[in-house]
């Protein structure tokens, strides 16, 4: 099969980790962005390197399929463990395998330490929890690829206590962009459900407590779904079991050919097929459906099973991401949790990178009244919070822009160049947190970045990074930026080279005396050539 451009970008990026020392690397690619297919073709290349692949899944279907795309799209075979099955004797350099099996130590004990070269952990937001970690332990000189579609610096937070850096990140809107998942429409609907008593456990709200607090409401849920998605294509995620095929009765009895499958289904297969072929039009489930089941066609998902963990939110919105013949978007019905709690995940958490965007998206969503493509929606609460941010820290780059410093302050130079992602980083990984290395000094202040006020390495290397991009990209360097906001010139990190070496050039001809008499910093904008 061949790989799309940002697979196979993702599979090179993966491969550079590996051979730069860090043998624990992440990769992020939205659900439906075939990240199956991307570790298909890093396991053949192990393979062919003349290694041993062990691929590690939480779910016997999560295997099946991780050995099914394989064999598809590499025509290699997997050996199974788990259960009475074991890899051990045969002949495939593949295998696949159940965590729930190999984590028992008497089954480990039967492998010598050293037997699988590389590691490829499926879902990898799981890896944190101890079994994956009895595993990764036994195996400790493998190298490990985590694949996750978890979108949010909260979770990468967490993995970056195992894993050493993230390799490749591919981002939902961009894989909108690009015309591989459908646009996301999100409508809030206004129904105010009560969740102030829904206590947590584990890390997330107590599926008990969702289901005694989404119990009154059901009826009007049903209502609103009649008005705006009778004639889609639907799953709905639950709390509980009985919660699900209790709403399954309500949506029947509001005209919906509505269907319940759970782990405990004997028809599951058969009602999954029903569902694709149009017999029902309404799926409801309590989270079986969150991984490993696929339907193009699904073009609305609702979620009242409430969850502050984002993958899994991502993981649930994701069953209707995928294209399909005659689908033009995924509608995403959001409901007016009554709660001060802000970590409850709602649409804005699908894209937005800091709280602060999130907040305002869901509430620019709410005031909508009707669907939002919540990628405009971003960029509307992106724009809204830069310039909150900017008014807030005026005050502060004034006192900034009035010291003799030579050399320019690296949050100066990311509010210059109106560079969100760089003036909000937070260090994920154990390396990011190190302090700032000798040669990294060196390399920001050659570019005109105060190296004494970057706190951690891997700030220091985004800094970099972003530099590198710039002067590719043509833009104005660090040491321009400086010397014009100096002048009184506003949002230079957007001219470019060519433009702010002009200006520069007539400024040093009055003798640095002033600008030019027919130039207003406050106003100026140069014209590109």
Same mark, same amino acid.
């Given at each position: 099969?061949?790989?799309?451009?940002?697979?196979?970008?993702?599979?090179?990026?993966?491969?550079?980790?590996?051979?730069?020392?860090?043998?624990?690397?992440?990769?992020?690619?939205?659900?439906?962005?075939?990240?199956?297919?991307?570790?298909?073709?890093?396991?053949? =290349?192990?393979?062919?390197?003349?290694?041993?692949?062990?691929?590690?899944?939480?779910?016997?279907?999560?295997?099946?399929?991780?050995?099914?795309?394989?064999?598809?799209?590499? %025509?290699?075979?997997?050996?199974?463990?788990?259960?009475?099955?074991?890899?051990?004797?045969?002949?495939?350099?593949?295998?696949?395998?159940?965590?729930?099996?190999?984590?028992?130590?008497?089954?480990?004990?039967?492998?010598?330490?050293?037997?699988?070269?590389?590691?490829?952990?499926?879902?990898?937001?799981?890896?944190?929890?101890?079994?994956?970690?009895?595993?990764?332990?036994?195996?400790?000189?493998?190298?490990?690829?985590?694949?996750?579609? $978890?979108?949010?610096?909260?979770?990468?937070?967490? +993995?970056?206590?195992?894993?050493?850096?993230?390799?490749?990140?591919?981002?939902?809107?961009?894989?909108?962009?690009?015309?591989?998942?459908?646009?996301?429409?999100?409508? $809030?609907?206004?129904?105010?459900?009560?969740?102030?008593?829904?206590? $947590?456990?584990?890390? =997330?709200?107590? @599926?008990?407590?969702?289901?005694?607090?989404?119990?009154?409401?059901?009826?009007?849920?049903?209502?609103?779904?009649?008005?705006?998605?009778?004639?889609?294509?639907?799953?709905?995620?639950? @709390?509980?079991?009985?919660?699900?095929?209790?709403?399954?009765?309500?949506?029947?009895?509001?005209?919906?050919?509505?269907?319940?499958?759970? %782990?405990?289904?004997?028809?599951?297969?058969?009602?999954?097929?029903?569902?694709?072929?149009?017999?029902?039009?309404?799926?409801?489930?309590?989270?079986? +459906?969150?991984?490993?089941?696929?339907?193009?066609?699904?073009?609305?998902?609702?979620?009242?099973?409430? $969850?502050?963990?984002?993958?899994?939110?991502?993981?649930?919105?994701?069953? %209707?991401?995928?294209?399909?013949?005659?689908?033009? !978007?995924?509608?995403? +019905? =959001?409901?007016?949790? !009554?709660?001060?709690?802000?970590?409850?995940?709602?649409?804005?958490?699908?894209?937005?990178?800091?709280?602060?965007?999130?907040?305002?998206?869901?509430?620019?969503?709410?005031?909508? %009244?009707?669907?939002?493509?919540?990628?405009?929606?971003?960029?509307?609460?992106? /724009?809204?919070?830069?310039?909150?941010?900017?008014?807030?820290?005026?005050?502060?780059?004034?006192?900034?822009?009035?010291?003799?410093?030579? +050399?320019?302050?690296?949050?100066?130079?990311?509010?210059?160049?109106? =560079?969100?992602?760089?003036?909000?980083?937070?260090?994920?990984?154990?390396? /990011?947190?190190?302090?700032?290395?000798?040669?990294?000094?060196?390399?920001?202040?050659?570019?005109?970045?105060?190296?004494?006020?970057?706190?951690?390495?891997?700030?220091?290397?985004?800094?970099?990074?972003?530099?590198?991009?710039?002067?590719?990209?043509?833009?104005?360097?660090?040491?321009?930026?400086?010397?014009?906001?100096?002048?009184?010139?506003?949002?230079?990190?957007?001219?470019?080279?060519?433009?702010?070496?002009?200006?520069?050039?007539?400024?040093?001809?009055?003798?640095?005396?002033?600008? @030019?008499?027919?130039?207003?910093?406050?106003?100026?904008? @140069?014209?590109?050539?």
């Amino acid at each position: 099969m061949e790989l799309r451009p940002y697979q196979q970008e993702a599979r090179a990026a993966v491969w550079e980790q590996w051979e730069a020392g860090r043998d624990k690397t992440l990769l992020v690619l939205p659900t439906g962005t075939g990240k199956t297919v991307v570790f298909a073709s890093i396991t053949e =290349d192990a393979v062919r390197k003349g290694g041993r692949v062990l691929i590690l899944a939480h779910r016997v279907e999560l295997l099946k399929q991780a050995a099914d795309k394989i064999m598809k799209t590499t %025509g290699l075979g997997c050996s199974v463990e788990k259960a009475e099955q074991s890899c051990i004797g045969q002949w495939y350099r593949i295998t696949v395998g159940s965590v729930q099996t190999l984590m028992r130590v008497k089954r480990l004990e039967q492998f010598s330490p050293d037997y699988f070269d590389t590691i490829i952990i499926d879902e990898a937001h799981h890896a944190i929890s101890d079994s994956y970690q009895v595993i990764l332990n036994y195996f400790s000189n493998a190298k490990v690829l985590g694949v996750t579609a $978890t979108p949010d610096r909260g979770d990468q937070k967490n +993995l970056g206590r195992i894993f050493d850096s993230l390799a490749y990140e591919y981002t939902l809107p961009q894989a909108i962009k690009d015309g591989y998942l459908v646009p996301i429409r999100a409508l $809030t609907i206004p129904i105010k459900i009560d969740f102030t008593k829904v206590g $947590t456990s584990a890390g =997330d709200y107590k @599926p008990n407590d969702i289901a005694t607090a989404l119990d009154p409401y059901l009826e009007q849920i049903a209502e609103e779904m009649a008005k705006h998605c009778a004639d889609r294509k639907t799953v709905v995620f639950l @709390p509980l079991i009985k919660t699900s095929q209790k709403f399954r009765d309500i949506l029947c009895r509001h005209g919906f050919r509505a269907a319940e499958v759970n %782990g405990n289904s004997d028809d599951r297969e058969q009602v999954l097929e029903d569902f694709s072929t149009g017999k029902y039009n309404v799926l409801c489930n309590s989270m079986l +459906l969150t991984e490993g089941w696929d339907c193009p066609e699904v073009d609305c998902v609702i979620v009242l099973r409430s $969850t502050k963990v984002r993958s899994l939110y991502c993981q649930m919105v994701g069953r %209707g991401t995928r294209l399909a013949e005659g689908k033009d !978007h995924l509608l995403l +019905l =959001d409901f007016l949790w !009554h709660t001060e709690r802000h970590e409850l995940c709602r649409p804005a958490c699908l894209i937005a990178e800091t709280e602060e965007v999130a907040q305002k998206m869901t509430e620019n969503i709410a005031d909508a %009244g009707c669907p939002v493509d919540i990628e405009e929606a971003e960029k509307t609460a992106s /724009e809204d919070v830069v310039r909150d941010r900017e008014a807030a820290l005026a005050e502060k780059l004034k006192q900034l822009k009035k010291r003799r410093s030579k +050399l320019v302050d690296p949050m100066q130079y990311a509010m210059s160049i109106q =560079d969100n992602h760089l003036s909000s980083y937070v260090p994920s990984f154990g390396w /990011e947190q190190n302090p700032v290395s000798e040669s990294q000094k060196k390399a920001l202040e050659s570019r005109g970045i105060d190296s004494e006020a970057v706190d951690t390495a891997g700030r220091a290397e985004q800094i970099l990074r972003t530099c590198a991009q710039r002067q590719l990209a043509g833009l104005a360097t660090p040491k321009q930026i400086r010397m014009l906001e100096r002048y009184g010139f506003q949002h230079v990190g957007i001219w470019s080279f060519e433009a702010a070496t002009k200006m520069i050039q007539r400024i040093a001809c009055l003798g640095w005396k002033g600008v @030019p008499r027919d130039v207003d910093p406050q106003n100026y904008t @140069p014209q590109e050539t």
